[in-house]
């Protein structure tokens, strides 16, 4: 089974400008997902998606078909991006918190909605960096656990436990809202 981005990628590094239009309208969607997943933040992870592609178009001229996936690389440089932001924001100590736009349901969805989609996203940032990293990759960026274990660099057990983990978590931080 092939590439299926692979001859994309030839025709991106080719300087094909329609080329560079379909391959960010293929994963931009995935990469601000998962970059808003890990960081909280759409503004941070709208600024990791530029400098993910921005790395794309100086790998494209050098790419190597059958080394890896360019899907898994692609999401693993999204990810380091992350971890490098997640990284600075532990240095640094802000004496007010940043202004955020709110990213939950409208208003007309109920205040009830609202709230428990800011529980599930304050328990997802809660958890440790890799079993969170292990859950955005399997149940929001719908990726399989080789792949998945693939992009972490670790074996498909230690993906399943790391979900296993980051999945008990969720469940006890989240358990007052089965109702």
């Known amino acids: 089974m092939g590439d299926p981005d692979e001859a994309l990628l030839t ?8 080329a560079v239009r379909a391959l960010v309208a293929r994963k931009l969607p995935r990469l601000l ?7 909280g933040d759409a503004s941070a992870a709208e ?5 993910a592609f921005l790395r794309v178009w100086k790998q494209a001229p050098r790419w190597r078909p ?12 999204a990810l ?17 918190p940043p202004d955020q736009i709110d990213e939950g349901p409208g208003p007309d969805r109920g205040l009830l909605a609202l709230e428990t989609g800011r529980r599930v996203s304050a328990a997802l940032q809660a958890l440790p960096d890799r079993q969170r990293e292990a859950i ?14 693939k992009i972490m660099g670790v074996s498909v057990e230690a993906l399943e436990s790391l979900l296993g983990r980051g999945r008990r978590a969720l ?4 358990a007052d809202l089965k109702g």
């Not at 059958?66 to 440089?77: E, M, Q, S, Y």
């Open 66 to 77: 059958g080394a890896a996936r360019f899907d898994t690389w692609l999401h693993r440089v």
């Open 136 to 149: 955005v990759l399997c149940h929001y960026q719908d990726l399989g656990n080789i792949e998945a274990a």
């Open 171 to 174: 469940r006890t931080a989240l």
């Open 47 to 51: 600024d990791v998606a530029q400098e």
């Open 80 to 96: 380091n991006l992350c971890y490098d932001r997640l990284r600075r924001r532990r240095e640094v100590a802000h004496a007010e």
């Open 11 to 18: 025709r991106v590094a080719a300087g094909d400008p329609a």
């Open 33 to 39: 997902s998962l970059a808003g997943r890990m960081l």
